[in-house]
Nanobody, 114 residues
Framework: VQLQASGGGLVQPGGSLRLSCAAS????????MGWYRQAPGKQHELVAF???????NYADSVKGRFTISTDPAKNTANLQMNSLKPEDTAVYYC?????????WGQGTLVTVSS
């Protein structure tokens, strides 16, 4: 299973970006897809995760600003990020869980700066 993430870049505070993730390969017992991030000097943290047949979980820091959309049939997940803040600067990683396995994308850098 390979995950390809895209859409990162440089954006000014208050701006928007859309991240995309596509998973390829055979995925058995698909559980869900989502996004995590790691800012410089900080721990890896959840941004948003959408479990199959369940409720999406968002980090408190992004609620109301970020929206995740997934298509389990296509194994894709998008993250619409609005009202971006400098503290959103991080490498964003896409994740797929299937059975007991977890698959990660290579990460895409989001920089929020004026």
């Amino acid at each position: 299973v390979q995950l390809q993430a895209s859409g990162g870049g440089l954006v000014q505070p208050g701006g928007s970006l859309r991240l995309s993730c596509a998973a390829s390969g055979s995925i058995f017992s698909f559980n869900g897809m989502g996004w995590y991030r790691q800012a410089p000097g900080k721990q890896h943290e959840l941004v948003a995760f959408s479990p199959s047949g369940g409720f999406t979980n968002y980090a408190d820091s992004v609620k109301g600003r970020f929206t995740i959309s997934t298509d389990p049939a296509k194994n894709t997940a998008n993250l619409q990020m609005n009202s971006l803040k400098p503290e959103d600067t991080a490498v964003y990683y896409c994740k797929v869980t299937a059975g007991l396995a977890a698959y990660w994308g290579q990460g895409t850098l989001v920089t929020v700066s004026s």
